[in-house]
């Protein structure tokens, strides 16, 4: 975490405090890894922090002791739950504090509705303001230690899809391939998948297929698209293969789009707008001859999946040294298969560094 950062902005933020309340803001903040307001939502994790004050953090009584091993938070509050709701102790802190009647950011598009309003009747004359724009910016320059993490699990990610598809044969179900994948990622050191999408043939057009009893067959396109999570920190990759030998047009179309991944990579520089790095994607397609699909061409990736800023036409945000992205070409032919391939990047001072080996993608593998 920079602190330095998140202080800076939270004092010219206007707010007296902050309440973090998602699995990534509050552990973000805490640096404890909170597995089950993951695995059990209801089961709130909540951290007030307030500005120019001590933070003070909240939690489910059993999950304190885990949490305590990485917190930085000294003032850790703890609730039974079904017994104390977790938005009562907070209010009870806030009062405690001196800030029931402040103005406080709160995670408007996170924290249910009804803990809101169950909020709102604790602390009346609090000024509860929406503050994702606060937390988006705090998160989206990593520290050199959060880049190696990504970037490890970045490179354990594709060297499990690389070492699956190596193993892989002409006739084995999808699933298969795609457990041999799985396995990779865990045995690298994930502690979960939040997605293993991987399709064949009209199946690789379906962006999050879900591997099954298909066989893989001679001249098909395979499409896979995996995420998982290392001590908090998110990997993100896509491949795409061909099963058995490719025809003309599949090459065709593949080293067009590697092409456009390279040219997109190859644009990214700190102080270039997002949607100008869109607009030098969108020319990329024009020159390889490719009709140009996305809706966005990638997104931040941090401890979330989908992180700020999202790669899209209408982001103004200026690319600075620090972010880390992941850049995701893709073009869907028709009924008949999708491509796609994703790389993680960061901004650097002067350029950018791709941090897993989109090299070794300039061709497609093919699985025998």
């Known amino acids: 975490m920079n602190l330095q950062r998140f202080e800076a902005l939270l004092a010219e933020s206007g707010l007296d405090a902050l309440i973090a309340s998602s699995l990534e803001n509050v552990s973000h903040l805490s640096g404890a890894r909170m597995v089950m307001q993951r695995l059990i939502p209801d089961r709130l994790a909540l951290l007030l922090w307030p500005a120019g004050g001590d933070p003070a953090i909240i ?7 885990a949490c305590r ?5 000294d003032d850790m509050r703890s609730y039974t739950e ?16 001196g800030l029931a009647r402040g103005r406080l950011g709160l995670e408007l598009h996170s924290l249910p509705a009804g803990y809101v309003n169950q909020l ?7 000024t509860l303001v929406d503050c994702r724009d606060l937390m988006d910016r705090a998160r989206m320059i990593k520290t050199p230690d959060e880049v190696d993490a990504l970037a490890t699990a970045g490179h354990a990610t594709e060297r499990a899809i690389r070492d699956a598809f190596e193993r892989a044969s002409v006739g084995e179900p999808e699933k298969k391939v795609a ?16 997605f293993m999408f991987l399709g064949t043939g009209t199946r690789s057009f379906e962006w999050h297929a879900r591997p099954g009893a298909t066989r893989l067959g001679a001249g098909q396109v395979l499409h896979t698209d995996v995420a998982g999570n290392f001590v908090g920190y998110w990997s993100d990759l896509a491949r795409t293969a061909f099963v058995g030998k490719p025809s003309p047009r599949q090459l065709d179309i593949y080293r067009r789009l590697y092409q456009t991944h390279v040219e997109t990579l190859d644009a990214i520089r700190p102080g270039l707008e997002v949607r100008e790095l869109f607009s030098a ?4 397609y024009r ?15 941090g401890l979330g999946l989908h992180e700020y800023p999202m790669l899209k036409p209408t982001t103004d945000e200026l690319l600075q040294p620090g972010m880390v ?16 391939i994703e790389d993680l990047v960061l901004v650097t001072e002067t350029g950018r560094e791709v941090l897993t080996d989109y090299e070794s993608a300039h061709e497609a593998q093919v699985i025998t």
Do not use: M, W
């Open 281 to 284: 994607c969108q020319a990329a």
């Open 120 to 126: 709102r009747e604790r602390i009346p004359g609090a």
């Open 82 to 97: 079904f017994v104390t709701s977790p938005v009562d102790l907070l209010a009870d802190v806030i009062d405690e504090k």
């Open 325 to 340: 992205l992941c850049i995701e070409p893709a073009y869907l032919d028709p009924g008949v298969a999708g491509y796609h």
């Open 287 to 301: 020159r390889v001859g490719l009709p140009f699909q996305l809706a966005h061409l990638g997104h931040g990736l």
């Open 179 to 194: 457990d041999d994948i799985t396995a990779g990622v865990t045995a690298a050191g994930a502690d979960v998948l939040n």
């Open 69 to 73: 091993d990485d917190c930085r938070i």
């Open 59 to 65: 939690v489910c009584k059993g999950e304190d002791v």
